[in-house]
Structures are given as C-alpha cells and as structure tokens.
C-alpha cells in the first residue's frame, strides 16, 4: 500500500470516527417527545427525574454507561417519585440504532 492510499484509508476512518461521536440531536429528541421523556426530564433542570445533563456527568468516562442507560431505557426498572414506586417509562421503539442515539445524544451532553 503505497502512502497516498493510506493517507485515504486514514481520512475515510476518520470521517467514520466523527459520525459515530455525533448522535443525531434532532432524532433523538423526537423521540423522546413521542415517548414522553420530557415529561420528567429535562436537558439541564431537575424534574422528577435528573436532568439529562447530570446523567452525562455521572456516566463520563464510564465504559459500561452505553449499555446500562440502553437496558435503563427498554426494561422498565422499578425507580421511586416522590416515594411511590413506579415503572420506568421504555422508549418506544425497538430499533436498537434509534435506541442507541437516543443513549448516545445524552451521554454527549
Ligand atoms: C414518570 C417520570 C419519568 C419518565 C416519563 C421518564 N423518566 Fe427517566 N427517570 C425518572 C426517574 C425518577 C429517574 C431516576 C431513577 C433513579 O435514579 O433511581 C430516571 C432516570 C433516568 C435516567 C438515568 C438512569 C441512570 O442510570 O442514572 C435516564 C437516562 C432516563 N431516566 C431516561 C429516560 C428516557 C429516555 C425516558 C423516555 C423514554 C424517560 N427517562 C422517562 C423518571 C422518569
């Protein structure tokens, strides 16, 4: 492989590195409005829930913060308002991709 195709290979990873760190805003949001997350949450004000900036803070760095926010959203955990418990609310959708930007857009925050 002489050095101009490197230098090619090298630049096309990059622009797949940057789609990866970029979650679609715009998506993500949708969907939580139709899924009601906003009732609870907020980009940066608590509600009954912490606000999504708060969840990026504390997930910063970690290795396992995809996959635990991923199964957060879809499994309904048992989490407590005001002392009542109830079920957590699951995105709706079961497509993992737009599951997955959703986890992304938050952690990015
Ligand atoms: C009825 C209120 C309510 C709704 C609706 C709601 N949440 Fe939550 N959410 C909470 C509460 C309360 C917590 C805190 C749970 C805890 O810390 O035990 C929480 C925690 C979270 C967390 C942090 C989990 C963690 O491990 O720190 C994320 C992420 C989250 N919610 C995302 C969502 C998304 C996405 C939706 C929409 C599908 C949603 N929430 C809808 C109340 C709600």
Same mark, same amino acid.
Request: glycine share 4%; proline share 4%; charged share 30%.
């Given at each position: 492989?002489?050095?101009?195709?490197?230098?090619?290979?090298?630049?096309?990873?990059?622009?797949?590195?940057?789609?990866?760190?970029?979650? &679609?805003? &715009?998506?993500?949001?949708?969907?939580?409005?139709?899924?009601?997350?906003?009732?609870?949450?907020?980009?940066?004000?608590?509600?009954?829930?912490?606000?999504?900036?708060?969840?990026?803070?504390?997930?910063?760095?970690?290795?396992?913060?995809? &996959?635990?926010?991923?199964?957060?959203?879809?499994?309904?955990?048992?989490?407590?308002? &005001?002392?009542?418990?109830?079920?957590?609310?699951?995105?709706?959708?079961?497509?993992?991709?737009?599951?997955?930007?959703?986890?992304?857009?938050?952690?990015?925050?």
């Amino acid at each position: 492989m002489n050095f101009r195709t490197s230098l090619a290979m090298a630049c096309g990873l990059m622009t797949a590195l940057a789609a990866q760190a970029a979650p &679609d805003a &715009d998506a993500a949001q949708a969907l939580m409005r139709k899924s009601d997350c906003f009732k609870c949450h907020a980009v940066d004000k608590k509600k009954d829930g912490p606000p999504f900036k708060e969840v990026a803070k504390k997930y910063k760095g970690k290795a396992e913060a995809e &996959d635990k926010l991923v199964k957060h959203i879809t499994t309904s955990p048992t989490v407590e308002i &005001d002392g009542k418990k109830e079920e957590h609310r699951a995105i709706k959708t079961k497509d993992a991709g737009e599951i997955k930007n959703v986890v992304q857009w938050i952690l990015s925050l």
